[in-house]
Structures are given as C-alpha cells and as structure tokens.
C-alpha cells in the first residue's frame, strides 16, 4: 500500500484508484494539535466502533463509504476525490469530499455553551424564548446545526451562504445533508441509551459519489467526533464525559487551552500542546475501550 496521508488520527494507503484504507493509529489530538503522547488502544476502539455504525447506517439505507473492516485497526473504503481549491467545486462535480464539517448539538454544553455565556450566541438561535435563562447542560428544545471548514488549517465556523459558496452544494443538497446527519444521530441516540449513554453532539463528514449522490464518510459516532454522558450520573445533575471532551477539560484545566485561544486571537506563534501524564493515559485508555463495549455492546476483549 502507499501512504498518501497521515492525518491527526488516521493513516490513510492507496489501494487502488477507487479504494482506500484507513489504519487507525493510537494518536489523539484537540483544538487541531497532536498531542505529544499515544492512547494504548485507541485506534482498535475507533475502527471497530466506525464499522459498527457504517453497518448500522447501511441498514437505514444510507449510502456510505465504506466496504469493509480489516481487524484490529483497519477499515476499506471507496475513495473520492479531494479537492483543496474550492473555485473546482460546482453544483455538476462528482466523486469529491464535500469541504464541510458538519455539527449538530442537542445540549448546551462545550464551545456552544461557552458562545452562550460569553453572549456570542442569540437564545432565538436555539429555539429557547428570548427572555429564557440558559443553563448549562440544559436540553436543546430543537438540534443545532452547524458547518465549519473541514480542509483548512484551523475549523472556521460558517454560514449557510458562505458553505454553499465554497461546497458546490445546491440549497436542496445542503438540506438533504442535514437530514441525513439528523436520522443518524436518531439511530445512534436510540442505540446508545441502551448502553447508559446520552448522544450530546457528533461531527459528520459527507461527500458525492459518482453519481453525485451523498454518501455519510470518515467516521462517526465514536469518542473521537462525538460526544456522550453517562446517564446515571446526568440524572444526578452530574456531566460524566464518555468521550476524547474528557482530554479536552484536562487541558482547559492546566490553562492550556486559555493560552492556546489568546495566540490565536493575537496572531502570535501557537504554544506547543504538552504531553498527558501516564495516570491520566491509562484512563483515556479504558474510557475508549469501555465506551467502544457501551455503544456497541460487543466486549473489547
């Protein structure tokens, strides 16, 4: 195989012109850094976890990228093309990875609660009555949908005019896009409550195929490109993160993150991320492994 990317997370090999394999390595990364340190683990729980819900979504009748699972790590896909000069997309382009990263949230909490205490964000845009007081960890009355950037260096948050600009997607396909994110997080939030869990948010990637259809790709519903709470403990009023959100606190709480954001709002050099403590890997470790067992309900081992 040849290499043709190594991602933040995965390792992507050629296989032929219209196949491609993902190997999921045990890197992890937030706020677009790699972190210097590996999750013993991690890239088996993620790889199994993506077949298990392309299988799932396969069921549903959506269309998707993938072909088949390679144990312990590896994952078959149909290859599209990506295209990095946004000029080359139309509404008559086929077979291409579609430019957007798409977010839908049913809670308040993370970056969309901090956009909400900082007044960056309107109650009207959430579906809550103007004169209503947020909270945080408070249920969405309706999902939030969201794109941002997917092939730039940093995520940038979009319009819907501005992701129409830049995707070659009609206003009827960016629609359809958005139904179809909205019926896989149905099936995943149906699924996983019978593991204990609650479906908070999730990223989708989309893309065309040949025939310009859209096709669900990448990988979805694991730790990494969602979010999930323990059920028991959001009852008690407790947010028991079962997700990579867990590493993303650690670094909120050691001022990393603040220092991070105040470069970037500068302009200045970006401070290198530092490297997880072991205690704080080994329990990375076993909340991938033992959330991999929740959503799906198959043993590790």
């Known amino acids: 195989m040849h290499l043709i990317k190594s991602g933040k997370v995965k390792d992507v090999y050629e296989l032929n012109t219209k196949e491609l394999e993902f190997v999921f390595s045990n890197r992890i990364s937030v706020f677009d850094k790699i972190i210097p340190s590996e999750i013993p683990k991690k890239g ?9 819900w392309f299988e799932v979504v396969k069921d549903l009748g959506i269309l998707t990228h993938y072909i088949g699972f390679k144990p312990p790590n590896q994952m078959r896909v149909k290859r599209v093309k990506v295209i990095n000069d946004y000029s080359l997309l139309s509404t008559s382009t086929v077979g291409y990875l579609i430019p957007l990263e798409c977010v839908t949230r049913y809670y308040v909490y993370g970056s969309l609660w901090d956009r909400v205490s900082q007044g960056k964000i309107k109650n009207q845009e959430l579906g809550f009555a103007s004169n209503h007081n947020i909270r945080l960890g408070e249920a969405l009355p309706q999902p939030f949908f969201e794109v941002t950037t997917k092939l730039e260096k940093v995520d940038r948050k979009l319009t819907t005019e501005e992701a129409l600009k830049i995707s ?15 019926t896989i997080d149905e099936t995943i939030a149906s699924r996983v409550k019978r593991g204990g869990l609650i479906h908070v948010d999730g990223k989708k990637e989309f893309a065309f195929d040949e025939n310009r259809n859209l096709m669900v790709v990448d990988t979805f519903g694991t730790a990494d490109e969602d979010r999930f709470w323990d059920m028991k403990e959001f009852k008690k009023g407790n947010y028991i993160e079962r997700s990579k959100e867990y590493v993303r606190q650690y670094y909120r709480k050691i001022g990393y993150y603040d220092t991070l954001m105040k470069a970037r709002r500068e302009g200045r050099e970006e401070p290198p991320i530092p490297p997880l403590p072991e205690t704080i890997i080994q329990q990375i470790s076993q909340l991938y492994i033992e959330l991999f067992e929740d959503l799906t309900g198959e043993k590790f081992r």
């Open 44 to 52: 088996e729980t993620l790889a199994r976890t993506s077949a298990y």
């Open 168 to 182: 070659g997607l009609t206003l009827d396909e960016y629609k359809q896009l958005k139904q179809l994110a909205l």
